[in-house]
């Protein structure tokens, strides 16, 4: 349908007037508002994560596909069965004495561009304050970020008061940042390890339709 | 800086591979008598040992003390540990009017061109994500911002060059990468910073003055720019940039001080570490120069682990190929 195909494109370029006005125009012509969020929107953001990955376009691109996005979904929000257009929840913070938030945000919106609805508890987390979230919100994943060798320690306590919480085996556990590696993610007991914020939505995605399959 | 590392800057044959050592003020406060007594043993390398924690806390910029700290820009910055570098957490300039309304700041001769004196001012000043709208609607404000940013800098710059610490090289640091890029991209980093750099570095150049540069992050796909720009010696990460880039893109044609990979020192082994150092020489010394080697120590490198590192270090200081 040209219709999505335009606002694909659209919220490619990041042209967030736009998107919410074919959006409101697709509505009005009928078009059933999760086929504009799952055809339309979502592939176009799946192209700007992969363009990401594979640095041909850049933070800025991103984060303007992301506003385009997040304003055309406002408007699809009460037209749309939430069953169908949340594949799974994701907690998302980064570890207790990190105050770095530029990656986990990067991570943030590209799980929201997956369909995945992130509870985001900013910097500086607590492990406490992961489980309770957990508790509260009964994720399919949860998102650990570090930026710092000194804090790494923290994603394994936190992943081990996860673990005393009997909250572990209804998560998957992601592990990212810049000196966080494979071989540190299997040594604490982590699920998923990805480089860069693309990947990791890639495979928290993935993860989260292969436990809705189980 | 020592006499090598100028002759490494300059391709002028230095007779001893140039080395340093950073050493976080964190180092000291958490390892205490046992950092000390470490020190001792490799005295070539801590050349500037603090008499006491008092003295330490004295040498410190303010912005390595716990709690929050305003800059001369109005910045807040937030630190969580005593020793180590903090990260701003108040962003002054909140809107795009706001930037046509922000003073250029007086003066501050304490904190004379800290890291992160432009591209990252930009994202202080802003926000991270402020920022990055600014560059993706390429908005007008932008150039404004930056500009203001330059003209502080500059006369900054104007005058550290009147100090006798810079009377041969100025040493700056300004992190443009993330792990795996520029978060902006090559294009607008060339359209908007490099522009930024070569103004602010012009005045250094014109006094004949030498330019040491450290910038984290993946950064390989601009360090030629750097150099246009005037710097003479480039400060990498290992990690973030490869060592495979840094072989294509500077042997024999950018001199760099290569820094360790800090994020491997507290999970190596000892015998992975002195790897790692030869790694790096083997890989990227020439007999003219253009080669440094950094080596930072926080609090949290096991000291079996700093030992092979320096040990190693002591070893390839000799290093003729």
């Known amino acids: ?214 | 800086m020592n006499e090598h590392y100028f002759k490494a800057m300059t391709w002028d044959h230095p007779t001893e591979l140039p080395i340093s050592l950073g050493v976080l003020a964190s180092f000291w406060f958490e390892l205490g008598d046992e950092a000390f007594y470490f020190a001792k043993q490799y005295p070539e390398f801590f050349t500037n040992v603090p008499k006491d924690f008092e003295e330490l806390r004295n040498r410190m910029p303010p912005r390595w003390r716990k709690g929050e700290w305003l800059d001369e820009w109005g910045c807040v910055w937030s630190n969580e540990f005593e020793g180590m570098d903090a990260y701003v957490t108040g962003h002054p300039v909140k809107t795009r009017e706001d930037i046509l309304t922000l003073q250029v700041p007086e003066n501050d001769v304490d904190n004379l061109l800290p890291h992160g004196f432009m591209y990252l001012r930009l994202l202080d000043l802003r926000g991270f994500e402020e920022a990055m709208y600014d560059f993706a609607d390429e908005a007008d404000e932008l150039q404004v911002l930056i500009d203001k940013v330059v003209a502080y800098n500059l006369k900054q710059v104007d005058y550290a060059l009147t100090l006798p610490k810079f009377e041969r090289v100025l040493w700056l640091g300004d992190d443009n990468g993330m792990q795996t890029g520029l978060a902006i991209g090559a294009d607008a980093w060339r359209k908007y910073i490099k522009p930024a750099y070569a103004k602010i570095y012009a005045p250094i150049k014109a006094a004949s003055r030498l330019l040491y540069m450290h910038t984290d992050g993946c950064i390989h796909e601009i360090m030629p720019d750097l150099v246009d720009c005037g710097v003479d010696m480039i400060n990498p990460q290992f990690r973030a940039n490869g060592l495979d880039n840094l072989v294509r893109v500077c042997r024999g044609k950018i001199p760099i001080n290569l820094d360790l990979d800090r994020q491997m020192f507290p999970f190596a082994t000892p015998s992975q570490l002195r790897d790692h150092v030869r790694e790096c020489v083997e890989s990227l010394w020439l007999p003219q120069g253009g080669l440094g080697i950094n080596c930072e120590l926080n609090y949290d490198i096991p000291l079996e682990n700093a030992a092979a590192l320096l040990d190693a270090l002591r070893e390839v200081k000799h290093y003729k190929g």
């Open chain 1, 1 to 214: 349908m040209q219709i999505l195909t335009e606002i694909s494109e659209n919220l490619q370029k990041g042209k967030a007037k736009i998107v919410t006005q074919l959006v409101e125009q697709a509505l009005a012509e009928g078009v059933p508002a999760d086929d504009i969020l799952q055809v339309g929107m979502m592939p176009g953001m799946d192209i700007i994560a992969t363009k990401f990955k594979n640095n041909e376009v850049f933070v800025p691109e991103v984060l303007i596909a992301a506003r385009a996005m997040n304003q055309g979904t406002a408007l699809l929000k009460p037209h749309l069965d939430s069953a169908s257009s949340v594949i799974g929840k994701c907690v998302l913070g980064t570890v207790k004495g990190d105050l770095h938030d530029i990656g986990k945000n990067l991570v943030r919106m590209m799980l929201e561009g997956k369909g995945i609805e992130v509870i985001d508890l900013g910097v500086d987390v607590p492990a406490e304050k992961f489980v309770a979230a957990i508790a509260e919100h009964q994720p399919d994943c949860v998102a650990l970020s570090a930026l710092l060798t000194t804090t790494m320690g923290e994603i394994t306590a936190t992943i081990a008061a996860i673990e005393v919480a009997g909250l572990r085996d209804s998560v998957s556990i992601l592990v990212g940042g810049a000196p966080v590696t494979e071989s540190f993610c299997q040594e604490i007991g982590a699920d998923i390890y990805q480089p860069d914020a693309a990947s990791a939505a890639e495979a928290a995605k993935a993860a989260i339709l292969a436990k809705k399959a189980a």
